[in-house]
C-alpha cells in the first residue's frame, strides 16, 4: 500500500467500515467455548437525529465493545430504536397539519397508516448516522421497540402484572400535558423556575360584612375552589368557622373549613382549595368529602363548568381573570413571584394536575430487588455518587401512572364489556371467552370495546435487555440460546438524566422477570454543555452538527475530542478545539508512521539504541498497567489521555528522536523491527479509540486477512515492567528539557554543543543513559562532579546541574529565576503537606497514590535545599 503524504479521513473511514461489515467483524453468534460480552444500546427516538449527547454516549460503548472484541471475548452490541410515543405522534401530527389534514378527523387506523410510513421513511437515519462515528454494532440484531415480537413482549408482561394484583386502573391526580394532551409519570415533569405573580383576592362573607383574602398564582382556578381553609388554631378565623364565602365573579358560595395543613404563618394565613388543580386541594378534599369540580379541558382551555371565559386558554384566562377582579375591586394586590413549576419532558407545556381514570402499577414491593442491588453493588454505577440520587428515588417511589392518551405506542390490552366490567386480554377472542367463564355472558365480538389508550414508552423499553434476545421468553418463561448466553449483558452507558426513567425500571423487570440485573456496570456519562456551560439544544443553536464535525475533523478526532475533557458522571463543557486537538493526534500518529516509512534500513544491530529500546518497551508495558486500571474503573477519558501520553510525547517526541538516524544515514534493522512491533502495540491501544487511523495504519505494515485485521487482532498483555528504568530515564528527560529550556532562554543555536556538570548522590541512575542525553540535549560532554561551585543553572529533584555558557551570567536574573522557583516549590510543598495530613485521604486512598504524595513530598524537600543552596552561593 502507498501512504498518502496527507491523512484523508473520509476515505479511510467509508474504506474501513465497509471492509468491517463485509467481513462480518461486528457479528456476534452464541459461542459456548468463548466469554460473551454484550451491551444494549440505549434505543435512541426513532424521531432522532444525531446530537452531541449521542455522539458521547455510543464513543464511549463502541470503545468498551471494541476492547472487548480484542480481549478475545465474544462482543455483540445491539442497537435499535424507540417508538418513542409522545414525540413520534407530534412529528406524525405536524407533518399532517402541513398537508392540511387534523388528526380529529381520521380514524385510529388511518392515523396508525400515517405514523409506520413516517417510521419507515424517517426511523433508521440516527443509526445510520451511528455508522458514520464507527459504531461497531452487529446490526443484524437491530431491533424496534414496536417490532411484532417485541410487541408482543410487551402485552405479555401487562397481562403478566394485572394477573398478579401489581396493574390496577383508578382515578388519580396525574400530571395532565395539555399540549401532548396526555398523562405523565412524575419522571417525565421537568420543574423550571418560573417568575409570575402572585394575586391576592378579597372573598366576600355571605349574609355578613367582611372578606376573607387569599394569595394564589392560579386566579383561573377560582371557579373551580370548593372551600377556603385555614388552621383550626389561627384565632384570626375562629369566628369563621363554619361560614360561607362568596367566589368572586361567579358567587358561588363555598364553606370556610379548617385542617392542619394550614401554614398560619404563610400568605394570608388562608387557603383555596381546589382539588381538581392541585395535589395538596386534592388530599385535602379527601379529608373533608369535598367535591371536585374541573374546570379544564384536556387542552387546558376553560370549559362550561368555569361559567365565564369559556374556551380560552388557562393562561389567556388568568389575565383576563386578573382584569376582571381589578374592575369588581376584589383584587388587593400582585406580586412578582417565584416558583418551580412543572415542564413536559416532551412538549414544554406546563403540568396541569388533573383527576383523571389511568393505569397504574403499583411500585412499593416490585422496587425492593432493584434498590438491594444497587445498595449491594450487585449492580455499580460509575460514578458511585449516583447512588444516594438513585436511593432518594427508590425509597420515595410512587405507583407509575403507565398509560398515555395517544394513538402511537402499544395499545393497552384491556377490553370493555357491555355490563360495565374489563377484562385484560391478547385479543377480542380471549376477551369474550373470558367474559363467559368469569361473569356466564356471551358477548359478540362487536360488543367488546379495546382500551383507547396505550403504554408509557418506557414500559416497553424497561425489558429492552431481556426482550432484544429473546422476546418470547416473557410467555415461556424459558430462555432461548441468545438470552441464555447474552444476558446478563455487561455494561451500560447512558445518562444520569434517564437512571430513574430507564436504568431503575430495566434494573426493576429485570429481577421480576429473571432474577437477575439485567447488567453489571452502569457508567453514566456527562451532559454536553457550550462553553458558557448551557446544555447543547437546537433552541439555543448552541448545538454543532456532529456530522458536519466528522466531516472537518474525521470521526477519530471527533471521538477523541470528546473524550478529552469528559471523566465519567461530570458535564462535559464541549468546545471545537478539542476536536481539533483530536484532529492533530490523528495527524500526528500519521506522520509518526510516514517518518519510519522513510527511512532506509540496513542489517544488523546498533547498541547505540538498545537502551531507547529497553526504555520504551518497558514505559509502554506501565502505560498500559495505567490504561487497564482506568478502564476498570470505567475512567474512560484517563485511559484515553494515558494512551495519547504515550503516544505524543513517549514514541514521538522521545522515542522516535532517540532512535532516529541522521541525515541521509540508515538504521539498523534489529531497531527498526522493534520500532515496527511497538507501533503494532500503539495501534492496538489506540484502536478502541480511533477505529479507523488504527486500522488503516495497521494495514500499511504489511498486507493482511480479513482474520487479521486489527479489530480481531489481540489487546496486548500486562507484564512485568522495570520501574527504576522507567523513572530513571524519565529523570534523564527533565534534565534534556531544561538544556533545551536553557537554550531557549538564551537564544542559543541547537546545533551549538554544550557541556553539561551534575552534582549527584547518586550517578548509577543515569548509566546507560548518557549517549541518549548527549545526543537529545545535544551536549559536547557530560560530566558528574561531588560539587558545583558556581550556583547551578537548573536544578531537577535534587540533582544539580551546570552548563557554562560563554556570555555573561546576570547574577540579578539568576537571583531572581531561583528565588521564583523556591516559590513555587514551596507553594508545591504546602499543597502535598495539606493532602497527606488529610487522614482521610492517607486511610481510604489506595496505597500506591499515597506512596507517590509521599515521594513527591521528599523529592519537593531535596529540590528546595538545593535551591537554597544555590541561591546562597550567588552572594
Known sequence: MTLSTKYNPAATENKWYDYWMQNSHFSSKVNPEKEPYSIVIPPPNVTGVLHMGHMLNNTIQDILIRKARMEGKNACWVPGTDHASIATEAKVVAMLAEKGIRKKDLTREEFLAYAWEWKEKYGGIILEQLKKLGASCDWDRTRFTMDQDLSEAVENVFIDLHQKGKIYRGIRMVNWDPKGKTALSDDEVIFKEVNSKLYYIHYKLQDSEGTLTIATTRPETIMADVAICVHPEDPRFKHLHGKNALIPLINRPIPVITDEYVDMEFGTGCLKVTPAHDINDYEIGLRHNLEVIDILNDDGALNEKAQILIGEDRFVARKKIGNLLQEAGQLVKEEAYSSNVGHSERTDAVIEPKLSLQWFLKMDEITKPALKAVMEDTIRLFPPKFKNMYRSWMDNVRDWCISRQLWWGHRIPAYYLPNGQYVVAKSKEQAADIAQEKYGISYGIEEIRQDEDVLDTWFSSWLWPISVFDPAYFRTGKANKDLGYYYPTNDLVTAPEILFFWVARMIIAGYEYTGKPPFRNVYLTGIVRDKLGRKMSKSLGNSPDPLELIKSYGADGVRVGMLLSSPAGNDLPFDEKLVEQGRNFSNKIWNAYRLTQGWEVQPGDNPENQAAVQWFSNRFQQALLEIEDHFSKFRISDALMSTYKLVWDDFCSWYLEMIKPPYQSAIDEGTYRATLSFFEHILKVLHPFMPFISEEL???????????????????????????LVENTQHAFDIVSQVRNLRASKGLSPKEALDLYIKTADASKFEGLEPLMKKLANLGSLTFVDKLEVAASFV?????????????????????????????????????EKKLGNERFVNNAPVDVVEKERKKLSDALAKLKVLEESLAKLG
Open 698 to 724: 495497521w494495514q500499511q505494515i504489511t498486507e493482511r486477512s480479513p482474520k487479521e485485521a486489527l479489530i480481531l487482532s489481540t489487546w496486548p498483555k500486562v507484564a512485568n515492567f522495570d520501574q527504576n
Open 796 to 832: 531537577v529533584k535534587a540533582d544539580e546541574c551546570h552548563v557554562p555558557l560563554d556570555t555573561q551570567v546576570n547574577t540579578e536574573e539568576e537571583r531572581e529565576s531561583i528565588e521564583g522557583e523556591i516559590q513555587y516549590t514551596k507553594g508545591f510543598l504546602k499543597t502535598v
